[in-house]
């Protein structure tokens, strides 16, 4: 009797396992883990002006090279594209490198809908919770959107497009030219302050410590283009009549075409330790 309980046993552990890996087949995708990244403390001042000659920088480690937004199964990035990260007690500083052979942005009114062109993207949750989260892009010529977002579309949320993060700073500098189609570029990057009292729509900020964790994530958009009289413009689907869908290029892949997935963000620790060379 006791064998043939032994055997039932492994035949139901056999089974459950079995039909668990089924069940989930097909979502692998969405179980990745999210990246991480541990962002040093400065130890001089960030001079926000596009060239990233500080020490600080030079000593900072550069994050993965972005993946398509749904993870290693889809074709990778055409263009390269990776960011590094440093703090102080203000700010949270993010350079990012874009490389782009067709250096191109026509909007340069801020809190236009930057997305629309090519740009790069951040996504921060300071306290982790999936809600109360901000939202930043830029382009090329170095034009601002940014807006607030109190919860997910998915959960209802709606764009705050009027809040404004207070003492932002932002410098682009260029490998190449802007909106010449006559020529091949190599890349663009963002240098980027953030102040941490700027992450507010009351007033109340969170003050990161030692140790602490955020979420973050970046994204990059980036569309099909081609010349028309001299100028960049997004190409039509002849079998749509519509824009080809634009890529969408991130550090940690959220497994949906979708950013407003808060919970597949990655994690971000803040260390009062200087970045080591």
């Keep these: 009797m006791r064998v043939k309980y032994i055997l039932l046993i492994v035949f139901i552990i056999t089974t459950l396992t079995s039909n668990a890996q089924d069940i989930w087949k097909g979502f692998e995708h969405l179980f990745v883990p ?48 990776r960011v590094k990260m440093l703090w102080d007690n203000t700010n949270l500083y993010i350079l990012a ?12 009114t801020k809190d236009m809908i930057v ?33 607030f977002m109190n919860r997910p579309y998915i959960k209802g949320g709606r764009a705050n497009i009027k809040w404004n993060a207070e003492g932002f700073k932002s410098a682009v500098s260029l490998d190449g030219s802007l ?29 990161p410590e030692n140790r602490d964790v955020w979420k973050i994530n970046f994204s990059r958009v980036q569309w099909k283009t081609e010349v028309v009289d001299g100028k960049y413009v997004k190409k039509i689907n002849p079998a749509t009549n519509k824009h080809f869908p634009e890529y969408n290029w991130v550090w940690s892949p959220q497994g949906v075409i979708n950013m407003h997935y808060p919970e597949r963000w990655s994690m971000v620790q803040f260390s009062n330790i200087p970045q080591s060379q």
């Design 179 to 207: 909106n010449n189609p006559n020529d091949i570029d190599k890349s663009w990057t963002a240098e980027i302050a953030i102040p941490f009292s700027s992450l507010t729509t009351d007033g109340d900020f969170i003050q």
């Design 34 to 81: 999210a990246k991480n990244y541990i962002v040093y403390k400065t130890t001089t001042e960030i001079n926000i002006d596009g060239e990233p000659s500080e020490s600080d920088w030079k000593r900072a480690t550069w994050s993965e090279y972005f993946n398509d937004i749904e993870g290693e199964g889809k074709p990778k990035p055409r263009h390269q594209t």
């Design 115 to 147: 997305y629309h062109e090519n740009d790069f993207e951040i996504f921060i949750d300071p306290n982790r919770d999936t809600h109360n989260y901000y939202e930043f892009e830029i382009n090329a010529q170095n034009t601002l959107f940014d807006l």
């Design 97 to 108: 490198k874009l490389e782009e052979p067709h250096i191109w942005a026509y909007y340069i």
